[in-house]
């Protein structure tokens, strides 16, 4: 399609285009318009505001009020290169304004500095395509105490023994303690492991004109009506356009990054609402459609210069993509433990196997954690052995909903050169784009530390007085974490990776991709702490970059 | 307007089945929180999928968002018409209608509908399974399922759940029951929540400070 003659409108060029406007386009749009440069944003989802969102758990959850409509927005998953494709809503985001922090409860645990050097310090694991990252964890640490400072985030400096150096303590207290992470606190005590308070966007106190979090149960996967709760939706996105030079247009779908004859970007073509073509030209495009969609639009955006989809030209896109993988040992108590008390995610955490450590038989490890039994609001909560109606499902209901609570971990899967996203060659979306396909297998890595992960985790929970206890072990990979990474690594060799150390594409020079897609591992933790800390890092050299060149 | 699809047998019928989904005892059931009030509104076309967050009516969709409701509601309406059907196929091979069945021989009938036969269902049995500790028929922790993917009797114990334990601003939970059965203290209405009112903490613990935080600074 050559969409550049066919755009109704033509809009005056900008400084900065960003493609998404979550958690790290938001991120970069405040960074770069703080530093004076004229950004617009275009965004695939409506733009909300906090008066829009409730305590409706039937919306949020059961009726893609936040998730996206599979009839409108598929995905197709499939578990091996010669296995059929099969349509499903494989690791969603929210797909507005705010993306997947608008409905998050924002566990923000950092990085560790063995994190940023795992292939060197695990060495090759076959079947696994390791790489260490092009950066390293002091590079990074002044903007993870940005992003904290920026959100308000609650938590306590020193209290994960494994933590690596911080320059800064936390803005705001650790939240106040839920009986589940009480019960976690007291298990893992006992058995002489280290918890911590999970650093978490919400408030614990007022916090820069912001009053501070009310503890709704409506929490985890619901909007905040409140504002209390961090996110780039009502920190960052404010903050951008109080410096007037954010525009950004929600219900914007781009269909191609534009280049010109030598394959630089020279902007984007989208549709609005109203099915309009319109055409945005900037001097800088920036990518942050998550790990997911930014690979999509780069494959959908063939040229002649780029004719396997942008930044393409060694197959490298939409490759080593990682999901990780959220599963739990689930317990019950005889005291209650209101494991929905806040949401289900005011939690206590540890990092005591994160670490990598030969004698365990795989490599790396994972965050650990306390919460609610999945999603633990009537409606959604439930017990593994629970059936689906009848009196036993009723009488599980009454005696557990309050007396129930999980021990969850964070598989750290591992790069795989086939574990991919590509264009499903039958699917198309509601704007008639071929949508994501994913390829995965899980690596027996990723099997056997989850196993592992789930019986310290039972550990935990039986050390802290359990009466039953039953093992979720993460034997597949589904996509429930909806954390994504991979599609784009950054790297020092343009023959092994996509992105340069600024996340700047190797083959086009004005394109940088700020999401998740830089990765070169998925690492054992929460990622977007540090997806938004990396996306004001390449901000901040983009805007350096335009100083250097307007002087010249 | 008029807020329902059911007919009169078709209502009746899945009332008698959503009290076998969640039965009365000692506590309160489908059949006194009006899972059936719930279910046939939501059945009866778009203007009550989405209740405005203040609690005070519904959305009106519009474009995209309505299109694909539109679609979607048609595929579970046929589902129960299909399953009134096959209740009462069933149930007349025992000698009567579903309505007429005394309760054992309903839960009978229902798992003999629910039971796998063909390949859909067996797709069915295997999403069921996919529910890592999420509810059985709802796809696992952080994703929801397409309700359209769901056979006759995992949707309608999936519905029989929503009507007793949603907000009661969807028609059922009629006074809070399905939350007071399992000692849930939800808001007193959407509005409560929608104003910041909401809140939790007199679930916290009792000692609100984490133990090894004191000494850090």
């Known amino acids: 399609m050559n969409s550049q003659t066919s755009a109704e409108t033509r809009h005056d060029p900008t400084d900065v285009l960003i493609i998404g406007a979550g958690a790290s386009g938001a991120t970069a749009a405040k960074v770069l318009t703080e530093s004076g440069l004229r950004v617009v ?10 008066e829009t969102f409730s305590g409706d758990e039937l919306a949020s959850i059961n009726r893609y009020d936040l998730w996206p409509d599979p009839l409108l927005n598929p995905r ?41 050097r795992f292939h060197s310090v695990v060495g090759d694991v076959a079947g696994a395509s390791l790489a260490d990252w092009p950066i390293s964890y002091a590079e990074l640490e002044p903007y993870y105490t940005a992003v904290e400072w920026a959100f308000g985030v609650s938590g306590q400096a020193g209290a994960n023994r494994y933590e690596s150096f911080r320059s800064k303590g936390y803005p705001c207290p650790p939240m106040p303690m839920s009986r589940y992470a009480e019960k976690y606190h007291a298990g893992a005590a006992a058995l002489g492991w280290n918890s911590f308070p999970t650093p978490q966007a919400a408030l614990s106190q007022p916090f820069d004109g912001r009053p501070a979090t009310v503890l709704s149960a409506f929490a985890q996967q619901h909007g905040d009506p409140s504002g209390t709760r961090s996110s780039a939706l009502n920190v960052f996105v404010p ?4 410096t007037g030079r954010y525009d950004l247009r929600p219900d914007s779908v781009v269909r191609e990054i534009t280049v010109d004859a030598r394959g630089r970007a020279t902007g984007a073509v989208y549709e609005d609402a109203e099915g309009r073509l319109h055409e945005q030209r900037a001097d800088v495009v920036v990518l942050a459609c998550g790990a997911v969609e930014t690979a999509r639009l780069m494959l959908l955006s063939r040229s002649a210069a780029h004719p396997h989809g942008l930044g393409n030209e060694n197959d490298l896109v939409g490759r080593n993509v990682t999901f990780h993988e959220f599963s739990s040992a689930v317990a019950t108590f005889d005291d209650p433990v209101y494991a929905w008390a806040g949401g289900g995610y005011v939690s206590a955490s540890s990092f005591e196997f994160y670490g990598h450590d030969d004698s365990r038989g795989f490599a790396g490890g994972g965050h650990m954690a306390t919460s609610g039994v999945g999603i633990p609001l009537p409606i959604n909560w439930s017990l593994p052995d629970r059936p689906a109606w009848g009196a036993e499902a009723k009488r599980v209901d009454r005696e557990f909903f309050n007396h129930s609570m999980a021990a969850s971990m964070v598989v750290h899967d591992l790069p795989q050169h086939d574990n991919r996203v590509d264009l499903d060659d039958e699917v198309v979306d509601d704007w008639g784009m071929p949508v994501a396909r994913i390829t995965l297998t899980p690596h027996e890595n990723d099997l056997a530390m989850g196993r592992f992960l789930i019986d310290r985790s039972a550990e935990i929970l039986e050390a802290a007085g359990a009466t039953s206890i039953q093992k979720v072990y ?79 | 307007m008029n807020d329902t699809f059911l007919d009169p047998h078709q209502r009746a019928t899945i009332a008698a089945a959503m009290a076998r989904m969640i039965p009365t005892d000692d506590t309160p059931g489908a059949a006194e929180a009006g899972t059936i009030d719930f279910l046939d509104r939501y059945l009866s076309g778009t203007g009550h999928i989405y209740a405005n967050p203040d609690g005070v009516g519904f959305e009106v969709l519009t474009g995209r968002r309505l299109w694909a409701w539109a679609q979607r509601l048609e595929v579970v309406r046929a589902r129960y018409v299909a399953g009134v059907r096959a209740l009462d196929d069933a149930a007349g091979r025992r000698g009567g209608r579903f309505v007429d069945l005394d309760p054992e021989a309903q839960d009978e009938v229902l798992r003999e509908v629910e039971r796998p036969e063909g390949r859909e269902q067996e797709a069915d049995a295997a999403r069921a399974k996919v529910a890592l500790y999420g509810a059985p028929v709802e796809a696992a922790l952080q994703q929801t399922s ?63 400070t984490h133990p090894g935080t004191e000494g850090l600074s």
């Not at chain 1, 944003?41 to 906090?50: D, I, M, N, Q, Y």
């Not at chain 2, 009507?163 to 809070?176: E, I, Q, S």
């Open chain 1, 239 to 242: 903050q951008a356009v109080a």
């Open chain 2, 146 to 208: 397409a309700e359209v993917d769901l056979g006759f009797v995992p949707l309608l114990a999936l519905h029989t759940r929503q009507g007793f334990y949603a907000d009661p601003v969807y028609g059922g939970n009629r006074d809070h029951v399905g939350w007071k059965v399992i000692g849930f203290p939800g808001p007193a209405s959407l509005a409560e929540v929608h104003q910041g009112r909401y809140t939790t903490i007199d679930y916290f613990a009792e000692d609100r």
């Open chain 1, 474 to 552: 993460p034997d597949r990979v589904t996509g429930n974490c909806s954390h994504q990474h991979g599609t784009t690594r950054m790297g020092n060799d343009p023959a092994t990776s996509v992105l340069d150390r600024d996340c700047r594409l190797h083959t086009a020079d004005n394109v940088f991709v700020v999401d998740g897609g830089s990765f070169p591992t998925g690492t054992g933790a929460n990622p977007t702490l540090t997806i938004m800390a990396n996306a004001w890092r390449v901000a901040e050299r983009i805007a350096a970059g335009r100083d250097a060149s307007s002087r010249r």
């Open chain 1, 41 to 50: 944003a275009l965004e695939k989802g409506p733009w909300r505001t906090r």
């Open chain 1, 76 to 116: 197709t998953h499939r578990a091996g290169v010669d296995e059929p494709a099969t349509t499903q809503l494989f690791c969603p985001v929210p797909q507005m304004v705010g993306g997947g922090t608008v409905h998050w409860q924002g566990w923000l645990p950092r990085f560790t500095e063995e994190d940023f």
